[in-house]
């Protein structure tokens, strides 16, 4: 059997393809796999801000139109660029284990979060990012960054940035190793350090083989926190995360959504049986509706 695994162009997505393909190959030695990079809008345009352009969807689009039409049998995305809706007739069926969710924050000398001078500039354009920092220290400047992880370091060193802000997900996988780095205490974008791999829906002969390589804890997480992202829905303009954890028999998935400024933010915690994961995520999403977010998503 042949498979061809749709991806981006880009060092982290190829890694995480090359990823599914390892694990693909392993369980089954008989299967050929075969990357098909595709160029997304997202990667495209890298001198905006992904908020005036779309979202993070962009990342996602011209791959599934693939999947569509059959051009390739698998989808590999990163879980947080998946948007609330994808076509019916798509679904993600399998999650490898998952890397770190967290945040962190790189500097280009000796420093930490709090010894940071005011106004020292910090490159990152998610909003979800910088509401959340300003909620931490309201001092900081921020400034448009976008591009490979390699690429927005290799930018702090030569001195455009005091800091700039990562996924913990992409330096590990990349085998990245900043000297000075650190943890951010933020909520990550739901679905980060995951990775999805999506599905046509004719494509259920590939089932058996998914699920050897898919994580069931990871993919139990992953309902909870796209249960969130559907349920509460929001634009590219809305400050938004939620990060799900297992406990036993139990999930716990915290969230927020706040104002494009920050200046309101909703914030909560829901635990359910791991079996509710999904509607763990939408009993959150309801919450924070509830409290006060439908006002800032106009719903």
Known sequence: MKIKIGTRGSKLALWQANYVKSLIESVDHDINVELV???????????????????????????????????????????KDMPAEIPSSLYIAATPPAESPWDAIIFNKPLTF?????????????LRRIVQIKRLNNTMDFKLLRGN????????????????????????RLGIKPEFIERLDIIPAAGQGIIAIQIHEDSNHLIPVLNMISHTETFIRSQAERGFTTRIGGSCNTPLGAHAELSGAYIIIKGFVASPDGGIFYSNTVKDKRENAYKTGETLAETLLELGAAKILNV
């Open 114 to 126: 709090t010894t940071l001078k005011p106004h020292s500039v910090i490159g990152t354009t998610s």
């Open 149 to 172: 992880v390699d690429t927005r370091i290799k930018k702090m060193n030569e001195g455009s940035y005091d800091a700039v802000i990562v996924a913990y997900a992409g330096i590990n």
């Open 37 to 79: 990079i595709i160029k997304t809008s997202g990667d495209a345009i890298q001198d905006v801000s992904l908020t005036d352009i779309g979202g993070k969807g962009l990342f996602v689009k011209e791959i599934e139109k693939a999947l569509l039409s059959k051009e390739i049998d698998i989808a590999v995305h990163s879980m």
